[in-house]
């Protein structure tokens, strides 16, 4: 591997890593399926299982990638040859082509809004005219499809020239820039008249309201946004040097998402309750409500410029990770090849994608067992396959990798106290694979 494959320093992993978490998994699809689903139970149970589940396996794939320092399909080669082990990778790529194709739809609406906030053709609208607007965005094909190949072409242009090389430099500022403008829009949205209300629904938790789908879509959700199960953070890490320590990585990016995801809460529903709109909306939730809040502020036009550029920004950090993945299984790391993989690869997942860009339009009423097409791709990965993917490596790393190992990787770069361990290795070999399968049956109705 050559030296240009490295993360350059301990904050570099952190950042990538935590880029590739943050995006619109924390910010787009959480409030929206915690408005469909309930609000705070589903907030609730999305924190345990983001805790309990969740960051124990990232750090399980951590540990894997940084011990073989391969990728996600050679990694599990390594540690387990001649095996059927190599196909949590292979399945973890396939996902990753699938997860992007719908991922870019929505990253080129926030590319379409981006283009237009700079035009000042945002601001002063009422809400309807938000509403409209949003589903012209997403309804006419030109601009559904054609937002979505700017994206695709934004994410390949990156991850062709090799991923480390900018992502760290631009995360740097990115990231606090981000949470900073977050927090304004926090403290903007909390002081509409009426805000509690929205409050209230999003962090108390009515369990009445809980059904085996909140369940399912919470642990989906979970996963998700740590960007979990498909390798994606095997991969990360495999550019990662001895020496750095694990646990540290895995608390700063399972808590910058956690607060992220808190953050996104607070942003919208107050201003949900308070500005009229239905928690229920949907995926059209942050793109109808969020453009409202910053009518309410002074300055809101280039506060929501920059918003969106850094929503932009959060959005393509996380689909780079994804094509990363993809090419670097496919050129098994070398470098020579990237190029053409990373184009390849595009414009097969760009024309994967298309029926997804047009599910809000003139697709919209063909359903597949009823579902748009997108919603199927999107139910199948984050509901399906992240969470069986995170059951395989939960089995792989607790019965397959050895005890003794798996304790040395984790206090390299760091002193791990035994009962840390303990505890981690018992969620890993039983608390996770249990849970998953739990909630697996309880959806099929079989538990
Ligand atoms: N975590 C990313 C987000 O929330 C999405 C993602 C999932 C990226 C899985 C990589 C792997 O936007």
Do not use: C
């Amino acid at each position: 591997m050559s030296i240009q494959n490295q993360w350059s320093s301990k904050i570099g992993f952190i950042l990538a890593a935590a880029g590739s978490a943050i995006g619109l998994g924390a910010i787009w699809k959480l409030p929206y399926v915690a408005g469909t689903s309930g609000g705070g139970a589903f907030f609730l149970i999305y924190l345990l299982f983001t805790i309990f589940l969740g960051a124990p396996l990232l750090i399980s794939e951590f540990m894997i990638g940084r011990s073989t320092q391969k990728e996600a399909i050679s990694a599990y080669e390594s540690i387990a040859p001649n095996s059927y082990w190599p196909w949590i990778g292979k399945i973890g790529v396939g996902t990753s082509i699938v997860l992007l194709s719908f991922y870019s739809v929505v990253g080129g609406w926030v590319v379409n809004y981006f283009l237009r906030s700079l035009t000042g053709s945002l601001t002063g609208l009422e809400l309807e005219e938000y509403q409209q607007l949003f589903g012209t965005i997403i309804s006419n094909p030109y601009q559904a499809v054609g937002a979505h190949l700017i994206f695709i072409l934004l994410t390949v242009a990156i991850v062709s020239g090799g991923v480390q090389k900018g992502i760290e430099r631009v995360t740097r500022f990115m990231m606090p820039t981000l949470f900073i403008l977050f927090i304004i829009l926090v403290f903007r949205s909390l002081s509409l008249d009426g805000a509690m209300e929205g409050v209230s629904f999003f962090l108390k938790p009515d369990f009445s309201k809980v059904t085996s789908d909140t369940v399912l879509f919470a642990l989906g959700q979970s996963f998700f946004a740590l960007s979990l199960g498909i390798s994606t953070m095997v991969t990360y890490s495999s550019y990662l040097q001895k020496g750095e320590s694990l646990p540290r990585s895995m608390f700063s990016v399972v808590g910058l998402t956690i607060f992220i995801s808190l953050l996104a809460g607070l942003a919208i529903f107050p201003a949900v309750f308070a500005l009229g709109f239905e928690p229920t909306e949907g995926p059209s939730l942050i793109f109808t409500v969020l453009p409202a809040v910053f009518n309410e502020m002074a300055f809101g036009a280039i506060f929501f410029v920059a918003f969106l550029a850094l929503l932009l920004f959060a959005t393509i950090t996380s689909s780079i990770s994804l094509l990363e993945i993809i090419v670097a299984s496919l050129t098994k790391g070398s470098n020579d090849r990237r190029l053409k993989t990373a184009w390849t690869s595009g414009i097969f997942i760009f024309m994967l994608g298309i029926p997804s860009a047009l599910s809000f339009g003139l697709l919209g009423d063909s359903l597949i067992f009823g579902r748009t097409f997108f919603d199927l791709m999107d139910f199948l990965v984050s509901n399906i396959f992240l969470p069986l993917g995170a059951l395989l490596i939960a089995i792989f790393v607790g019965y397959k990798m050895s005890k003794s190992a798996l304790f040395d990787e984790m206090s390299q770069g760091s002193v791990v106290p035994q009962w840390l361990f303990k505890f981690w290795y018992f969620l890993i070999r039983y608390v996770t694979p249990a849970a998953i399968t739990f909630v697996f049956l309880h959806s099929l109705g079989i538990l």
